[in-house]
């Protein structure tokens, strides 16, 4: 489902229970909605120091902050169990994770825990987390694994301290010895396939490298021309050769860690003022549905290749469907209860009652965009079962549930989703301005593996090679094991094969990507 969680010594972490807040809010900064029952000056803290950690990253990545953003939701949960009930794990150690699926990314935070060792706090999991975040919207390409942690612990572990500066590359004292410990040689990590390298702290080592190339000129700007490297399709050994003498460079990375001491720049991060922008009450239902929410997933069952661990997650799944429809039972006019039950059916297969509890929907609200778009998918499924002119009718009405729903919001990337649909779900070839649609809304959802992955296949299906496969890399060469990747990694041969042989798509393409 590509979510990347943040583990932390489960001998360290206990359990509390919730505390009492005041009423759950919704409050809306520049790039985030914070659903919290935390009192105003815990809220704003939070708030100001999400928004900080934002600017830092785009100033070091020099993103302009005049891109409209997909706004990360964050729900500061009670606790830890909190945290572990979302992922339908106990006595996991994991205090925050970060997902996306249809219904948007989303971050989930305790606001108490009884785990403090030293810097390692839910708040640097948290910052942890969103530049997973930041790196998947903004900067969608291929990334070692060591990287990828590596980048997310530089900046989790950057202090924002008392004054309002950010101590941008502060040390990750709680990775400790690890990292010496740890050591993997760079030829190794350079040279060796993933499956040939030792197990080594990712976290640990990620962030020492990190942090080595960040603060040398000569070699930032060697890690800048490895990763356009591996991003144009380059081998990882052929990619390290911007590096030059590998044992030379490994000796001089471990000498720098060695040493013990740490290179950090004080930063001054402007942010927008006032931080919080708007305050919203949250309905009742939006409350009660709050453990579901953070606990619903979307991503195709089928990708699941182990029996033991589908019927496990397809368990989770149900018991949550469950407990959504009791909820839509308690509140059966309220437009979100209404939604995430469309929404969940879906993500099921129970296509009848998605369309039911949509029709529902929108009889309280006839301009919900996000039921029209529901209602849209149902509808275009409905139509692939047909043929001939009951098909083609049904499409239609499809189609036009779609643009009413862009009509009603240019923004909201989903009703373009449904425009696609319509043709795709209906058995239809989708025209050329569909498939720009679909271009559109993976882009604008980078870290949203299933409308990737129908980019894709689309791409395939016109025997566009080399823009399948691009479109293909990020999940294939995501660095985080996954059912996902496993068959985005089998979809890859297929393709190749094919890009090399000038073939038209092999049917197994889509089944070898488990759609």
Do not use: C
């Not at 997902?99 to 989930?108: A, E, H, K, R, Y």
């Not at 890859?492 to 197994?508: F, I, N, T």
């Amino acid at each position: 489902m590509g979510k990347l969680t943040f583990a932390l010594a489960s001998a360290l972490l206990m359990l509390v229970p919730g505390t009492a807040h005041a009423e759950w809010r919704a409050v809306e900064t520049a790039h985030f909605i914070i659903y919290s029952r935390s009192d105003d000056n815990d809220i704003q803290r939070l708030a100001t120091r999400l928004e900080t950690i934002d600017g830092l990253m785009r100033m070091a990545s020099a993103i302009s902050d005049k891109i409209e953003p997909i706004k990360v939701r964050i729900y500061e949960v009670d606790n830890d169990g909190d945290v572990e009930a979302a992922l339908g794990l106990s006595d996991s150690g994991v205090a925050g994770f970060y997902d996306s699926n249809i219904l948007g990314p989303f971050l989930v935070t305790p606001h108490s825990t009884t785990f403090h060792a030293g810097d390692f706090t839910p708040e640097l999991v948290l910052h942890h987390e969103y530049a997973h975040h930041f790196m998947l919207q903004y900067f969608p390409a291929i990334y070692p694994q060591w990287y990828v942690e590596g980048f997310a612990e530089l900046i989790g572990s950057s202090k924002i301290l008392a004054d309002g500066k950010v101590g941008y590359g502060m040390p990750a004292k709680h990775r400790g010895n690890q990292i010496a410990v740890d050591w993997v040689s760079l030829q190794d990590l350079f040279l060796k396939p993933p499956e040939k390298i030792r197990d080594f702290d990712t976290y640990a080592q990620g962030w020492a490298m990190t942090h080595f190339f960040t603060f040398s000129k000569v070699h930032a700007a060697q890690l800048r021309a490895y990763l356009n490297a591996l991003s144009a399709g380059q081998s990882q050994a052929d990619a390290a050769k911007v590096f030059g003498d590998l044992a030379q460079l490994d000796r001089e990375a471990r000498a720098y860690v060695l040493r013990g001491s740490f290179e950090y720049k004080l930063v001054t991060v402007p942010i927008a003022q006032p931080v919080i922008r708007a305050v919203h009450p949250v309905s009742p239902s939006e409350v009660a549905l709050i453990p579901e929410t953070i606990a619903f997933r979307d991503d195709e069952l089928s990708t699941y290749r182990k029996q033991a661990s589908r019927d496990h997650e397809k368990h989770l799944r149900e018991d949550n469907l469950q407990h959504i429809r009791d909820a839509a039972r308690l509140y059966p006019n309220d437009p979100f209860a209404l939604y995430l039950l469309a929404q969940a059916e879906y993500a099921f297969g129970n296509y009848a009652a998605s369309e039911a509890a949509a029709d529902r929907l929108l009889a309280v609200d006839p301009s919900h965009v996000r039921g029209l778009v529901i209602k849209s998918l149902d509808v275009a499924r409905a139509a692939g079962g047909l043929s001939g002119a009951a098909r083609a009718a049904k499409a239609q009405e499809a189609r036009q549930l779609a643009l009413r729903a862009n009509a009603r919001d240019h923004d909201d990337p989903l009703p373009l989703l449904a425009f696609y649909q319509s043709y795709h779900l209906a058995g239809q070839i989708p025209p050329a301005a569909a498939v720009e649609n679909l271009a559109a809304v993976s882009a604008t959802l980078p870290a949203n593996t299933e409308i990737r992955q129908l980019l894709v296949d689309e791409f395939a299906a016109e025997k566009k090679w080399g823009m399948a496969i691009a479109a293909l890399q990020p999940i294939a060469n995501d660095p985080h094991e996954s059912p996902r990747r496993a068959a985005a990694r089998e979809q890859m041969a297929v393709l190749l094969a094919a890009q090399a042989k000038g073939q038209g798509a092999p049917a197994s393409a889509q089944a070898a990507a488990g759609s």
